[in-house]
T-cell receptor, first 110, second 114 residues
Framework: GENVEQHPSTLSVQEGDSAVIKCTYS??????FPWYKQELGKGPQLIID?????GEKKDQRIAVTLNKTAKHFSLHITETQPEDSAVYFC?????????FGGGTRLMVKP | KAGVTQTPRYLIKTRGQQVTLSCSPI?????VSWYQQTPGQGLQFLFE???????NKGNFPGRFSGRQFSNSRSEMNVSTLELGDSALYLC?????????????FGPGTRLTVL
């Protein structure tokens, strides 16, 4: 599948601050962009996804934006809490499979 | 509803051996995908099964194989294990085989090859 670049690889924020993670892809046919959160010892869990017919989607403190022209999408977490600390993965459909970014380790300091 | 379950959770094998991992999808889900997760390569797609048929395959050697049973449970097998096969193996289930369907991951099987 096509690669997806994810930045930053690590992100440290103070509790209450916002966190932004960005991903860039190359397959112009991609139309599904999920974000997963993986806590230690667990499998990835879907936290939000967006499809190419919308530019933004929100779910409480989490939002995702998509720019299909520039081929990038971002995850925004507002009012971060210590329990948001985890590794976050972006993904997109490249062909018939999901291709994942390299992950961002988010650390929220109390 | 119970989530995706994987057994065993941990495995230690030696080079040259083979291993079989098992995945039980969420009840009603018919598609099972397998992924390999390593620090160096990240999450990589292995293959997907739907209705007992392999529908998609990632870029892995033939030593990696799988199958799906009529109850949608799936197994993956790795033969002639190599040190580089040490990884977390994740399975994910979804209702049907569309790549845009939400995939729900299990906790993974941690395989260590010595």
């Amino acid at each position: 599948g096509e690669n997806v670049e994810q930045h930053p690889s690590t992100l440290s924020v103070q509790e209450g601050d916002s966190a932004v993670i960005k991903c860039t892809y190359s397959d112009s046919a991609s139309n599904y962009f999920p974000w997963y959160k993986q806590e230690l010892g667990k499998g990835p869990q879907l936290i939000i996804d967006i499809r190419s017919n919308v530019g933004e989607k929100k779910d409480q403190r989490i939002a995702v934006t998509l720019n299909k022209t520039a081929k990038h999408f971002s995850l925004h977490i507002t009012e971060t809490q210590p329990e948001d600390s985890a590794v976050y993965f972006c993904a997109h459909n490249a062909g018939n499979m999901l291709t994942f970014g390299g992950g961002t380790r988010l650390m929220v300091k109390p | 509803k119970a989530g995706v379950t994987q057994t065993p959770r941990y495995l230690i094998k030696t080079r040259g051996q083979q291993v079989t991992l098992s995945c039980s999808p969420i009840s009603g889900h018919r598609s099972v995908s397998w992924y390999q997760q390593t620090p160096g390569q990240g999450l990589q797609f292995l293959f997907e099964y739907f209705s007992e048929t392999q529908r998609n395959k990632g870029n892995f050697p033939g030593r990696f194989s799988g199958r799906q049973f009529s109850n949608s449970r799936s197994e993956m097998n790795v033969s002639t294990l190599e040190l580089g096969d040490s990884a977390l193996y994740l399975c994910a289930s979804s209702l049907v085989t569309r790549v845009t369907d939400t995939q729900y991951f299990g906790p993974g099987t941690r395989l260590t090859v010595l």
